[in-house]
């Protein structure tokens, strides 16, 4: 074989994970098809003697090289190339367990955020930027008693808030009070996207709270009105199931 392809496979095998030394055995050995003593893979390879010998170990722990002993002298022959992927193998399911537990103190994909919106015009904002940004098909889930200020805030902009989430089929269930129901007949009811249903005991008030795909929005609705946004897809995951549990025992309008 000539040795533009033999530098190929070698720079394969450094990308594989072998060092220097450990693919030059290796290689010398696939091409030789028999055992060697370390003095003569060292000569063949033109690798120092040091080098044979420190780099056969881990040849060997891998499953690549098998040690041959012959008297007070052991000789290595090459396992064959599916070797490689018998140790591909080994090393993903390696990966697969150590990024399993590297989770458990790992922060990352855990990052939390935090927002305050002040001012109604500021809040048309933020919702506008939300329906045009959000993900089509996806969820938002509230849990409301005072849809009244929302509405109020949105004014003109109501109409197409409500109409851009219809078009883009982002899904909006909400449960509220009994003294909703009107307003939700009136207002939202028509979209075919929303969902509403109503707790007998919920309090009418000034604060509602909107579980979207990775954020939690508290709005007040006192003046001047606020959002706080918790930006965290673990936290909104938790509000959700909060969510669900109160929407078993919510009631759909009639």
């Excluded at 170990?57 to 040690?67: A, N, R, W």
């Excluded at 909400?174 to 939700?184: K, L, R, T």
Aim: one cysteine or more; aromatic letters at 10%.
């Amino acid at each position: 074989m000539n040795i533009e392809n033999i530098n190929t496979f070698k720079e394969r095998l450094l990308a594989f994970g072998l060092s220097n030394s450990e693919a030059s055995v290796y290689l010398y050995l696939l091409q030789l098809g028999k055992e060697a003593g370390g003095s003569s893979i060292a000569t063949a390879a033109k690798l120092h003697r040091q080098y044979v010998y420190s780099a056969l170990p881990s040849l060997i722990e891998t499953g690549l090289v098998e040690e041959v002993p012959k008297g007070k002298q052991s000789k290595y022959k090459a396992n064959p190339p599916t070797a490689i992927e018998k140790l591909g193998r080994k090393q993903a399911v390696t990966a697969t367990d150590l990024a399993s537990d590297l989770n458990t103190i790992s922060n990352i994909g855990n990052e939390q955020e935090f927002e305050v919106i002040q001012g109604e015009r500021a809040m048309v904002e933020f919702e506008m930027d939300y329906v045009l940004s959000a993900k089509e098909c996806s969820e938002e889930l509230i849990i409301g008693g005072a849809s009244g200020g929302f509405l109020k805030i949105m004014g003109e902009s109501l109409e197409e808030y409500l109409s851009i989430k219809e078009e883009r089929g982002i899904v909006v269930k909400y449960i509220g009070s009994n003294n909703e129901i009107a307003e939700f007949n009136k207002k939202t009811g028509k979209y075919s996207n929303q969902y509403h249903r109503f707790l007998n005991k919920l309090p009418d008030g000034t604060a509602n709270m909107v579980v979207r795909s990775s954020e939690v929005c508290f709005y007040s609705f006192v003046h001047p009105p606020h959002v706080y946004v918790v930006k965290s897809k673990e936290v909104a995951e938790h509000y959700k199931a909060f969510f669900y549990m109160l929407w078993d025992m919510s009631i759909e309008p009639k």
